[in-house]
């Protein structure tokens, strides 16, 4: 069930971290993977890696960009089975230190771009009568944290928007689940920090963490692909926490 042979996948933010890694695991898996990204050195490494065709690259903060996309999965293989949602920034800050601008732009990519690719998938899934969307939400989407308030509120936003959309469509053979991580190894968890990273800022996240380690982006990425198979058949609307056991205290 978790075979995707002759299945098309397009996955956002596909150039690193846990997208980079839900490509590799899908192509590794049989599908045929349309990898999406802004930074083109690392998209092409990456469809280089799984033998994949050419990256399609751009912003999935542009709505005609998103409709390119989708159109560019069709053309090519003549469907879409599979729309991953991995495309996404951080801010980090309290709300008085969030500028417009970083407002602005968190809401696009995390928010919008996750509209504006569901919208454009849903239709040509609709079509076929059959289709799965996983979005990236995040633990903090659900219970909050501290010095990253744009950025729960975009999560949040993506768990709505995963609900309503999951109940719009579940009558047109569509699912549409959230994988919602905690701390994971990625070049995200490192980045727009005040204070240089550190081995010792490395442990105390993980100490953090009640298995007391970081995941490593293929331990989210596999739950995406059950998320995308038959297996999961009976989910949709789902916020599924992979987070060590961290939000269950």
């Known amino acids: 069930?978790?075979?995707?042979?002759?299945?098309?996948?397009?996955?956002?933010?596909?150039?690193?971290?846990?997208?980079?890694?839900?490509?590799?695991?899908?192509?590794?898996?049989?599908?045929?993977?349309?990898?999406?990204?802004?930074?083109?050195?690392?998209?092409?490494?990456?469809?280089?890696?799984?033998s994949a065709d050419p990256p399609l690259v751009g912003d999935v903060s542009d709505s005609s960009f998103c409709q390119q996309a989708v159109a560019t999965a069709v053309e090519r293989y003549g469907r879409l089975?599979?729309?991953?949602?991995?495309?996404?920034?951080?801010?980090?800050?309290?709300?008085?230190?969030?500028?417009?601008?970083?407002?602005?732009?968190?809401?696009?990519?995390?928010?919008?771009?996750?509209?504006?690719?569901?919208r454009a998938a849903v239709a040509v899934m609709k079509e076929q009568g059959s289709g799965?969307?996983?979005?990236?939400?995040?633990?903090?989407?659900?219970?909050?944290?501290?010095?990253?308030?744009?950025?729960?509120?975009?999560?949040?936003?993506?768990?709505?928007?995963?609900?309503a959309m999951a109940l719009d469509h579940v009558k047109d053979g569509i699912r549409i689940n959230?994988?919602?991580?905690?701390?994971?190894?990625?070049?995200?968890l490192t980045s727009e920090r005040s204070a240089p990273v550190t081995a010792e800022?490395?442990?105390?996240?993980?100490?953090?963490?009640?298995?007391?380690r970081l995941a490593a982006p293929v331990e989210i990425a596999r739950v995406v692909l059950f998320l995308s198979s038959d297996a999961a058949s009976y989910m949709t609307g789902a916020m599924v926490n992979v987070d060590a056991g961290f939000t269950a205290r």
């Open 132 to 163: 799965a969307i996983v979005n990236f939400g995040s633990i903090w989407g659900e219970v909050g944290a501290a010095g990253v308030m744009a950025y729960c509120a975009s999560k949040g936003a993506v768990h709505q928007i995963t609900r």
């Open 178 to 188: 959230a994988v919602c991580p905690g701390e994971v190894n990625t070049p995200m």
């Open 201 to 212: 800022m490395m442990q105390a996240l993980a100490d953090s963490v009640p298995m007391g």
């Open 81 to 118: 089975d599979i729309l991953v949602n991995a495309a996404g920034i951080i801010v980090r800050a309290d709300g008085p230190g969030t500028t417009d601008e970083q407002w602005q732009r968190i809401m696009n990519v995390n928010v919008n771009g996750v509209f504006y690719m569901s």
């Open 1 to 50: 069930m978790m075979d995707f042979a002759d299945k098309v996948a397009l996955v956002t933010g596909a150039a690193s971290g846990m997208g980079a890694a839900t490509a590799r695991e899908f192509s590794a898996a049989g599908a045929r993977v349309l990898v999406v990204d802004r930074n083109a050195d690392l998209a092409v490494q990456v469809a280089s890696d799984i």
